[in-house]
């Protein structure tokens, strides 16, 4: 799961947004939120 998430960041996807323990919290970001909306599919 991680290393998807940290794929996703690198095409601008997603972000971090504070921790939660250790470990980072993903949101996705506004063009991560619109390719699923558009009826894309994220990148695997």
Do not use: C, F, S, Y
Not at 2 to 18: D, F, I, P
Not at 19 to 29: E, F, R, V
């Amino acid at each position: 799961m991680r290393r998807a998430v940290k794929k996703l960041a690198e095409l601008g996807l997603t972000e971090t947004n504070g921790n939660a323990g250790k470990h980072p919290i993903w949101n996705l970001t506004p063009a991560g939120q619109k390719a699923p909306a558009d009826g894309n599919e994220l990148p695997t």
